[in-house]
């Protein structure tokens, strides 16, 4: 009898860093599919910030905590291994919110088909959350126009690379904010962003300045922390705030404090905060408004290859120290 | 040789009251217009928050502050008594952003004519600034639907009362903001205010989880100060701010801190901070919109008129002081 791993969540976090015994990690006998039913084996889990929210249960938020007990949630691509699902053949690769698992069972219901020949690395780090929430965060509320200046924080993360060769495919000044010389190295020379900000080194403000001399129109939030606050001071008149992130603030106790509004007054300024599940519904839309950029080779990414289940768990941490280079995922 | 006096601004406000110095009053001989124009008797002053902005030259705003030196600006109502122009005649009432002054020479450009008959203190004090951003505000960024709940702060001001009235009057669940309790009684017991906090001696957290047990769908921020956080901490999933003034800071040194963003992911929060002069393009619009609500009596005010020009300076601090009862009005 073959088995498997899967891992529950068993514990909430706590302020600082996401620690192992938070998750329990269990083997058991891989099942056999009942009728209807498919045996999907995971081969890449995504990881993303937004799984640090979904760990907590203390504050109402867009989709349900992971339950206690439950296995915690993640979006992965695995092969069908063994169907009695007339949709699905054994060979195919599907998407869905897997979890953190090596093998499950499913009805099919939320896994969608990925058509041949699609790199899998690419399907989780361009086509799937990343490149859906900077399409509909920069399209649906940035309302980007050519000449405008776009600050992206977590300009090297999944979602801010994109936005910010998004933003230069449509002739904006792009100024990405990173957390070391390597990503603001890689931004810039890969992925042609006008300017990027080493927010741990640099004077943020004075940066600022030069990069953004005339101004802000559109801040893309992944991160809060000071950054948000120098930002906020150069926001243009009409300036947009899409607030997609705040990776900073996810795992400590107290909150840091917002800017004054006199600001949103004095320019007339919009924050809009979003998450990708409110426009699920759009994600055909979505892809294919993105699909033109990536097919001409707008889009660059990439990725950050962590091996085994089990590296999930400290993996989550990468978000909080930088470490991440590229999309995380897990391969199984 | 008949004389009328005006007042100039001559320096810009400190933190804290609106003092008398920095202004000059002064006196001159009423002069007599010239070719194509008119000599205008100003007969009511309005006196509105967004004023102390317009002495302040620090920062960037919607419009350019009052020069020092140049009267101060403000609306107001007067009458033709003299007249060159074809448009219009003696007797006309025209509006238009008269300043502090008693006689004022025009071309006419930036005057309208009111109809006749209507009553000058309804038309500063609803057909103006307070009721064009009460309706613009509501309407263009609010998004109010019945059922649910609106948090009004500054609710006896001008702009406040008259949003809670429009809310009202489309089944909303409108809890007011104010700060003593003869202006609670007012809005709850002559507007129609289903509830009333009085953020000087109510527990603001409390009263607001009896008042909007359903939470919050949209706040219109008429004062910032602790008020915000309380309505902020419980706003509802897709919740609407619409950030219109911030009174209680624009006399400070340290503007206080905002909210934490993390909720507005969360909850998929929009903030939006306007100032009319960017809709008075659609000044006929809204007047079209707010007019059916005031025709049919579901907008009552009141005003607070205070007697000669030389009133307005020292009454400004009505505004941070809470000491005015209704739409402040300067009479000459």
Redesign the interface.
Known sequence: MKTYKSIRLVSRPKPGPITTDLFKVEQKVIPTPGPEQILVKQTHMSLDPAMI?WMHSD????IPPVALGDVMRSSGLGEVVASNHSDFAVGDTVRGMLGWTEYLLSNGKGLSKLPPNVDPEMALAVFALPGLTATQGLFGFGDPKAGETIVVSGAAGSVGSIVGQLAKANDLNVIGVAGDQEKCDWICNELGFDGAINYKIDDIAVRLKELAANGIDIYF?NT?GPI?HHVFDRMN?HGRIV????IS??TSAT?????????????????????MP?HFGDAAQLTEKLTPYVMSGKIKFRTHVLEGLESAMDGLNLFFNGGNRGKLIVKL
């Open positions: 929210g504050t109402e938020s867009y939030e809060g948000q008149t607030v997609c992130g705040m603030d996810y909150p840091s404090a917002g800017p004054n509004w006199i600001p949103l007054i004095k320019k007339r300024i919009s924050i809009r905060g979003f998450a409110d």
